[in-house]
Structures are given as structure tokens and as C-alpha cells.
């Protein structure tokens, strides 16, 4: 049985924001899964390591407490089908560790699929539906609103993994990712008030830029994004355990943000 591969949940009609939730599933179509070379074992290790769980719980809350329900993304299919947040060509630096839009190799820089991968049949299948419904959703709220605004949710290991290529910089509570072209500096400003309450907040690492559909990508400054990467430990049991008491707090700091993108409108 194929799992559905993505949700896009309506929100408010007058906001423009896009929560989306690229990494929380764990779910695999089962062709996918006979294609990768780990073991039940293995690869329910590299789910744990590799899934931002409970990040869509996260921006469920979010949505709940926000003064105006904002629009949510959701990936229902693991990122080991594919990654949506990646350049599916040689502009993905990640390719240089087996990590592009289709990854051949685990968080442990070992093999995840037979060598050499191609990547073609599921960029098509999944990566390309995926990344024109995102697109239609940004132009949505481009037409109700005049403007969107992705707020991409993620979380990342307190100490880093393997794979990472920016492994020395600082690791905060909250990461913001930005681009020099869609993060608008009050945009920024709007997210460090926010998750301020959360503990520190850094800028670019160790994860940096965020998500925007292609289709606007560098050419569009109505469509402004921001990257939210969260450290595991300030909200949930790692790798892969249950979700605490922090994620309550991160939801309400998530809903700020979210009314306050909003208000601006």
C-alpha cells in the first residue's frame, strides 16, 4: 500500500503564511523500501536519527494557537524516498555525502542504496508532485493576500551527526535559517522575539537557508522564507523518543511568529 505522500491544510483566508513540515514522517512506500540495502534494524536507527519528529505536531499546535490559522505543507513519506528540501541537480552541495534529492548514503556516510542510484524514477514520482504543489500553494497565497511567507519547521540532533557538512559552529535551541534574497531582516527580527523565551537563538548554524519553490526562487521577493531548526533536546527524547513538556512552549513561540507575519499584512 502506497502511503499518501504530502497534505496541504487549508488555513485562514486572509494568511499568507505556509507552515511547512518537510521531515517528520518516518513512512515509506513499499517499493521504496525494498530498494534500500539496510536491515529492519538499521533502518529503523537511521529513522530515528534522521526524522524531525513531532515537528508536525509542532506546527499543529502552532496552527491552534495562532491568532490566524496559518496554511501547513505536511510530508507524509520519510525524506529516504526523497528530500523536497534539496536542488534536485549539481546546485545541492549535500550531493557531496550521498544526500541529494534521492540519498544513497545513511547519516553515517554508509551505503543506503545499491551504487550507482538512479535517481530519475523517484524525482519524477514524488519529488516533482511534491514541489508543484508547493508551488501552487506559495501561489495561493500570493492571490488571496499579495504576499507569501514559508516558515520552513525543522529540528536537528543535539551533537552532530556524521553527514553534516558545518559540523563546528554553534548548535543553539533555535537555528534560523536564512536566505539573502527571501529573509527580509523583519522577518528575522519577528523570529528571534519569538523563540527567545525558547532559550538562545543563532543565525545559519548549523543548518542555513530555507525553502522556497523554484518556480520563485531568486526572483519573487513576495514570497519571503524563513528556516526554524529546533535542537532535539529542548523538546523531545533522542533519537526517535517521545515528545516533552517543551514542545508547548515552542508551539506558542511558533504561533507568535506566525501572528506576527501575519499582522502585517
Not at 518516518?26 to 534500500?36: K, M, T
Not at 552532530?160 to 563546528?168: A, N
Not at 523563540?195 to 526572483?219: K, M, W
Amino acid at each position: 500500500m502506497t502511503p499518501r505522500s504530502f497534505d496541504l491544510l487549508p488555513g485562514g483566508a486572509a494568511s499568507p503564511v505556509l507552515l511547512h513540515v518537510p521531515h517528520a514522517a518516518r513512512a515509506l512506500p513499499d517499493e521504496v523500501r525494498a530498494g534500500l540495502v539496510l536491515d529492519d534494524t538499521a533502518l529503523a536507527r537511521e529513522l530515528d536519527h534522521l526524522t524531525d519528529a513531532h515537528t508536525d505536531m509542532l506546527a499543529e499546535r502552532a496552527a491552534e494557537l495562532a491568532s490566524v490559522r496559518p496554511w501547513r505543507f505536511v510530508n507524509r513519506l520519510s525524506r529516504l524516498v526523497v528530500d523536497p528540501e534539496r536542488f534536485p541537480d549539481e546546485r545541492e552541495e549535500m550531493l557531496a555525502v550521498g544526500m541529494g534529492a534521492v540519498y544513497t548514503r545513511t547519516t553515517r556516510r554508509e551505503p543506503l542504496r545499491p551504487e550507482p542510484a538512479d535517481a530519475g524514477p523517484l524525482v519524477e514520482r514524488y519529488f516533482r508532485p511534491y514541489a508543484e504543489a508547493m508551488t501552487r500553494a506559495a501561489a495561493g497565497r500570493l492571490a488571496a493576500t499579495g504576499r507569501a511567507v514559508v516558515i520552513d519547521v525543522h529540528s536537528y540532533p543535539t551533537k552532530p551527526l556524521p553527514y553534516e557538512l558545518h559540523q563546528d559552529g554553534p548548535r543553539p535551541a533555535v537555528c534560523l535559517g536564512t536566505d539573502p534574497f527571501h529573509t527580509p531582516p523583519e522577518l528575522t527580527g519577528a523570529a528571534r522575539a519569538a523563540f527567545a523565551r525558547c532559550g538562545d537563538v543563532g543565525l545559519d548554524s548549523p543548518f542555513s537557508g530555507t525553502y522556497v519553490p523554484l518556480a520563485h526562487y531568486g526572483v519573487d521577493r513576495r514570497v519571503s522564507a524563513l528556516m526554524v531548526e529546533i535542537r532535539r533536546d529542548t523538546y523531545m527524547t533522542e533519537p526517535g523518543g517521545p515528545a516533552g513538556p517543551g514542545l508547548e512552549q515552542l508551539a506558542d513561540a511558533l504561533a507568535e511568529l506566525v501572528d506576527t507575519v501575519s499582522g502585517g499584512a
